[in-house]
């Protein structure tokens, strides 16, 4: 379709023309851009003819010029056209370059012949040896000259008709290209046939197009909105209605209370009874939420002063309280972090036996920092950050390095979410005016522009299966907004009813499972993500602010929120209870979780202790089996530790060759000697606080080795753990007292080691 000429607005073709000239001054293709510019007549760039003239590039001056107007068209174009010329002229003068100034007298001045008297003086200039004697030239200079008549040309200009409506390019959002396209695949992709969820698109050049299953398939339904959750909440599957309420966190098990009101919460991934608080003072700390036991304390204290700006010296001398915006979990439960009111982000290691040490202090933004998160990209730790200088940034989480920069927000980002699907890795960002933003880990700028509904200041998550987008915030007017986005469309798919309006802050929200909640009213609210109206309500035995923040652990078995009086509520379901008092008595409340953390810490710390200590040129070749255990986790461990040196070697953390019918990575086995060397290093450290695991080792086949580490289980379990799978081991070990575990005598392990230990 084909718009007709408006008075007062340009034809299509003029604005397809200036979103493709925004497109390449993104992109940095600057001299494309220009060209496009001169050659369409669709926008006068300013600032490019006065780098020109000030350069003195003033032949490239003039044919930018050309493709707006000509000399001939009016009188500011002539006037426009001869200062260009004479400047040239002067120029070519005063570094004595007589043959190039008559050509351009003879061929670009002569046009001005007209005006006699003008003609004749810049004639007579070509007889002197210096222009300086001439009396109107006495104090030139090339520098000078050049900016005075930039002056000018900018006023002749601004007057010139033919330059009306070209001055000022139009505003719109940034990366509009790539918005449209985006959009129109999206289009194309609804109208497939055979939609494939998530489509990788490698071309614009033609048409999107699912291509068809090989397999019949069932013809989607008529509702297009009855999307049914594959990782539902135990409430609301297969459940009478009675009982849903029963099986939702809404009875307050336990009452956390800290010195100053908390300020952000957040449960550990793995441990998912760690709850991570950060406090209004700047203090951090973790709670073990089934005994009410503190696990770890630290008050804010700045690192290293020597290395932070002077800017950030004088707003702690101004002002030295300082309280934390925002505390967050790495995924593998490794690190945890914390943002500050002024400049700074820290970072810790959560290691074995709950043991923290301090790893990273970044001063990571102008002011405020309002949001950080972790995220694995191109196998690489990188932590994220946002705050009021309108800016998101990566950061290297080993070194501090700053990786990108993103910028195009106008006004402070309140937000970030980094998320990976269909094997591209983006962040989603949000800022107080109701902007939603999306970037590629790149310099490209960012790929999506949006408003949020009723512009508000947002927070944005994925349900658990990463499946379904939501998004939470107030606007100005302190109207809250709950929705469901359609990722195809970058349109709302659906808003959830009940939440009030109150201007005194932000409505913040958690999902787990097939379930949202939202703080709002004085209360926590619950909607199962399928349907827009109110769930369930719990007022927590009252005392929570107008809108409390509230946090999931990863399971939705157990909710916090902070409330009234520097307290931290757990809301759990009615067998909640039972189960916390299990945990007391010494058992974990998800024991397959929470083993998962010990196993995952161990294999990594062993992996890095047995390839440093057993001194390989290179990392081994790996090849992962079935088990849950990523390759990142190696190479984590094997080339860019958490630890020291010192704090990796113990006793407690070794390395045991089981059968390869089990095994979890895969190596080329090293010599006996360099075994013998592994076993006396590990045997010479040790760390009480840590529980001993077993050192056994298999070596079967004799052409190939495992890897890895087992959870620290007494000897007991140790054993059951190899008889459940029908294996038994010879092992030389002894009790160590004191240790609460078992050591090995690494000289009794030697001579099995050459050869092949027995299976029993």
């Known amino acids: 379709m084909v718009l007709p000429d408006t008075p007062g607005m340009p034809h299509l073709g003029a604005h397809l023309i200036l979103i493709i000239l925004q497109f390449l001054k993104e992109r940095g293709y600057k001299e494309a851009a220009h060209e496009l510019e001169r050659e369409s007549g669709a926008y006068f760039d300013w600032d490019y003819m006065e780098e020109l003239i000030l350069e003195g590039r003033l032949e490239e001056a003039e044919k930018y010029l050309s493709g707006f107007t000509q000399l001939e068209d009016n009188r500011f174009s002539m006037k426009i056209y001869f200062e260009l010329r004479k400047q040239k002229y002067l120029e070519a003068l005063d570094s004595n370059d007589v043959p190039k100034a008559m050509n351009i007298l003879r061929s670009d001045l002569k046009v001005f012949k007209a005006n006699k008297e003008l003609f004749e003086e810049l004639t007579e200039l070509v007889a002197l040896d210096n222009i300086r004697k001439n009396n109107k030239l006495a104090l030139y200079s090339t520098e000078d000259a050049r900016s005075a008549i930039r002056w000018e040309i900018k006023k002749d200009i601004e007057l010139n008709p033919a330059l009306q409506g070209k001055l000022i390019l139009p505003g719109f959002e940034p990366c509009r290209l790539g918005y449209i396209i985006n959009q129109s695949l999206n289009w194309q992709h609804s109208h497939c046939t055979y939609p494939v969820p998530n489509p990788v698109i490698h071309t614009i050049l033609a048409d999107h197009c699912c291509q068809p299953p090989k397999s019949p398939v069932v013809p989607p339904a008529d509702d297009a909105l009855a999307v049914t959750s594959t990782d539902a909440h135990p409430a609301l599957s297969q459940q009478p209605a009675s009982e849903v309420l029963d099986d939702l966190p809404m009875k307050v098990i336990q009452t956390l209370k800290e010195e100053l009101y908390p300020t952000d919460i957040d449960f550990s991934p793995i441990q998912q009874t760690y709850l991570l608080v950060g406090t209004g003072n700047g203090d951090i700390g973790i709670w073990e939420v089934g005994s009410g036991v503190k696990l770890f304390s630290d008050n804010f204290k700045v690192w290293n002063m020597e290395a932070c700006s002077t800017k950030f010296k004088e707003a702690m001398i101004g002002d030295s309280s300082i309280s934390i915006t925002r505390v967050n979990w790495s995924p593998d439960g490794l690190l945890f972090g914390a943002a500050y009111s002024t400049h700074l982000v820290q970072i810790y290691v959560f290691g074995c036996g709950n043991n923290v040490k301090p790893q990273l202090e970044i001063e990571a933004h102008d002011g405020r920092v309002n949001d950080l998160a972790f995220s694995a990209t191109n196998k690489r730790q990188s932590l994220i950050t946002c705050g009021n200088d309108r800016t998101v940034k990566v950061w290297d989480v080993m070194d501090g390095v700053k990786r990108f920069t993103f910028e195009g927000h106008n006004a402070p980002v309140y937000s970030i979410r980094p998320q990976m699907k269909s094997g591209i890795e983006f962040i989603f960002s949000t800022s107080v005016d109701g902007k939603i933003r999306a970037w590629l880990y790149d310099d490209f700028g960012a790929r ?170 290179s990392p081994p070749s790996v090849s992962l089996s079935q088990a849950a255990i990523s390759k990142s986790v190696y190479e984590r461990a094997t080339k860019r530790s958490l630890f020291s040196r010192e704090k990796l070697i113990d006793a407690s953390i070794t390395v045991f060759f089981p059968p390869s019918s089990f095994s979890l990575i895969r190596i080329t086995p090293p010599s006996p000697s360099a075994l013998a060397h592994v076993l006396h290093q590990t045997s010479s450290y040790r760390e009480p606080s840590c529980t001993f695991a077993l050192l056994a080792a298999v070596v079967d086949p004799p052409s190939t080795s495992t890897i890895s580490h087992c959870p620290p289980f007494s000897l007991s379990l140790y054993n059951s753990y190899f008889r459940q799978r029908g294996l038994g081991l010879r092992c030389a070990a002894t009790a160590t007292s004191g240790c609460g575990g078992h050591d090995l005598k690494p000289e009794a392990m030697l001579p099995q080691i050459s050869g092949r230990m027995a299976l029993t």
């Open 448 to 617: 999506f522009n949006h408003n949020a509904p009723g512009r508000a200041c947002m927070v944005m998550a994925y349900s658990n299966d990463n499946r379904r987008l939501f998004s939470c915030g107030s606007n100005n007017d302190g109207e809250s907004f709950l929705v469901e986005w359609d990722e195809s469309e970058g349109s709302v798919k659906r808003t959830y009813q009940g939440l009030g309006k109150c201007s005194l802050d932000i409505a913040h929200f958690h999902t787990a499972k097939s379930l949202l909640a939202a703080g709002d009213d004085h209360m926590i609210k619950f909607w199962n993500m399928d349907n827009v109206k109110l769930l369930a309500t719990t007022d927590a035995e009252g005392s929570l602010p107008a809108r409390p923040r509230i946090r999931f652990n990863k399971e939705g078995s157990l909710l916090a929120v902070i409330a009234d009086g520097n307290t931290i509520k757990i809301l759990g379901p009615n067998k909640a209870s039972q189960l916390l008092k299990t945990s007391k008595s010494g058992s974990l409340i998800a024991a397959s979780v929470a083993s998962e953390s010990p196993m995952m810490r161990h294999i990594e710390l062993s992996l890095h202790n047995f390839v440093r200590i057993a001194n390989f040129a």
